[in-house]
């Protein structure tokens, strides 16, 4: 195998965030619903925006915000997503480049706009997702390079992408160009949501194109339509070779064939938002992955950048997550 271009490149959704601190009355107000994410039309975006307190804008999208943060723990990143050819489109082509990612998709013209995604952050945390589609779903296998996909070490893709079928069959032309040139594949389930509309889709790619998934508990065990989370391990081992799986406060377990590693979170002195800290551990375990490290490594590498950004607003950190591994005594020289 030839000596990659890029450690991680990813696919999915490229939308712009808006984040926001909103109090437990504009919750109940608007009718959002917390730890989920929840598709909206265009009216209903303009309607929530124009509602919305002063946030925080940022390019977005959960791919997008895990390969920011690989290029943050100084690894190489590349990102396909599909843009409009307007001024938001232009926001996150500028941001995510200037995250230190290679991103030069072709945007669409004459079509819907770019994406964003409406995040109303309670006092509790919890946030409550609202996301218009826009021209992000119009990704399709023509937008999926063959050199590309061979010039990354690891090709990752987003379950939240999943909801056409030309955003489908490109997953799959990425997956086969990364075998052909004997890449290997990882794909995030994203949402609780996500897993009921396309379980069946992600059954098949699970059992035939990926070698790394990530999952939180509560979307492993819908994937596998069971209650008991070990009954659910035990499934994704048999299918995969290997599965990261993130328990919130009780950190996360790592399965490979006979192997199993279990990572504590790190501890942290206030919960802020806990937008994007699955980008984030995805962002670290790929990192440590990548470079070939071990899989508690790679587990702690994801705890070490989850724990950083549920510090603050927003899904991207604001810290070097290189120093904080290297002060965790986790060095990434390759």
Same mark, same amino acid.
């Given at each position: 195998?030839?000596?990659?271009?890029?450690?991680?490149?990813?696919?999915?959704?490229?939308?712009?965030?808006?984040?926001?601190?909103?109090?437990? !009355?504009?919750? %109940?107000?608007? +009718?959002? @619903?917390? &730890?989920?994410? #929840?598709?909206?039309?265009? =009216? $209903?975006?303009?309607?929530?925006?124009?509602?919305?307190?002063?946030?925080?804008?940022?390019?977005?999208?959960?791919?997008?915000?895990?390969?920011?943060?690989?290029?943050?723990?100084? !690894?190489?990143? %590349?990102?396909? +997503?599909? @843009?409009? &050819?307007?001024? #938001?489109?232009?926001?996150? =082509? $500028?941001?995510?480049?200037?995250?230190?990612?290679?991103?030069?998709?072709?945007?669409?013209?004459?079509?819907?706009?770019?994406?964003?995604?409406?995040?109303?952050?309670?006092?509790? !945390?919890?946030? %409550?997702?609202?996301?218009?589609?826009?021209?992000?779903? #119009?990704?399709?296998?023509?937008?999926?390079?063959?050199?590309?996909?061979?010039?990354?070490?690891?090709?990752?893709?987003?379950?939240?992408?999943?909801?056409?079928?030309?955003?489908?069959?490109a997953y799959v032309r990425a997956s086969e160009f990364a075998r052909a040139a004997d890449r290997a594949v990882a794909l995030t389930l994203s949402d609780v949501f996500c897993v009921e509309r396309h379980r069946a889709s992600f059954r098949q790619l699970v059992r035939h194109h990926v070698d790394v998934l990530f999952a939180n508990e509560a979307e492993l065990k819908s994937l596998y339509e069971t209650d008991n989370f070990d009954a659910a391990l035990a499934a994704v081992r048999a299918e995969t070779r290997i599965a990261a799986v993130t328990r919130s406060e009780k950190g996360a377990v790592i399965v490979s064939g006979a192997d199993e590693a279990h990572v504590p979170a790190v501890k942290i002195e206030r919960l802020v938002d806990t937008t994007g800290a699955g980008d984030q551990f995805a962002a670290g375990f790929l990192t440590g992955y990548a470079l070939g490290r071990d899989l508690e490594t790679c587990g702690r590498l994801g705890v070490i950048a989850a724990g950083e950004v549920i510090t603050h607003f927003g899904a991207r950190p604001h810290a070097s997550l290189k120093d904080l591994a290297a002060g965790a005594g986790i060095s990434l020289t390759r």
């Open positions: 195998m030839s000596d990659p271009r890029y450690d991680v490149l990813g696919v999915g959704n490229a939308i712009v965030d808006v984040l926001a601190p909103v109090d437990e !009355a504009f919750i %109940a107000e608007h +009718g959002l @619903v917390k &730890d989920a994410m #929840l598709l909206i039309d265009e =009216a $209903r975006a303009d309607a929530l925006y124009a509602a919305f307190p002063q946030g925080e804008e940022i390019s977005g999208g959960s791919a997008a915000n895990t390969l920011a943060g690989v290029a943050s723990f100084g !690894a190489r990143g %590349a990102y396909i +997503g599909k @843009v409009a &050819d307007d001024g #938001l489109g232009e926001t996150f =082509a $500028r941001d995510l480049r200037a995250a230190g990612v290679h991103f030069d998709t072709a945007r669409l013209s004459g079509g819907p706009s770019t994406a964003r995604c409406l995040i109303a952050v309670p006092p509790d !945390a919890r946030r %409550a997702m609202n996301t218009y589609l826009g021209a992000s779903t #119009l990704l399709d296998p023509a937008d999926i390079e063959r050199d590309l996909v061979a010039s990354a070490r690891v090709v990752f893709l987003e379950g939240y992408l999943f909801d056409r079928e030309e955003a489908k069959a």
